[in-house]
């Protein structure tokens, strides 16, 4: 029953959560691409022209709550995503990025990936721009953390 009012859109997972809300269609959205665990739509302050945000219809905070499952359908809606992006808009490239956490910038509490758009010419930065730290690291040392 659950499963049934969640695919007819009546159904909302987290009460006071904005993205939650648009999956249940009480807040109006631009539909780039949905699927029965997925829906992707325009976002409302975008970066660049066709910026789109996709989010798991199930309410999950953030990427370690994540279970292995909702892993595998997250990636491809997010690959049925942006194939509609480059269909329709032809950018000449795109960025694809996950504000994991509040450290990270993220600013809504259910996990989303953003598709950005860009286009030759555009003056927008890398990945490499996001963060560059002033303290200066030992890869090696790093590299022992994880061993
Ligand atoms: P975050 O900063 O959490 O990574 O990204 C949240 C994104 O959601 C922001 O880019 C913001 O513009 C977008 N956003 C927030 N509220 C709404 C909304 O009500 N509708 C749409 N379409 N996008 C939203
Ligand atoms: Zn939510």
Redesign the pocket.
Known sequence: MLKIAHQLGFYRENMSC??CK?VAGE?S??TVYEDANMLA???????SKG?T?IVPKKHVENLSAMDGELWNTTLAGVQQALKKVYTALKPDGVNIG??DGEAA?????HV?W?IIPRYKGDAGGSVHSIIRSKESFDVSAVAKMFS
């Open positions: 904005i993205f648009i807040i959205n631009y739509f325009l976002d409302v302050h975008p970066c910026h945000v996950i504000n910038g993220q600013t809504v509490p989303h953003h």
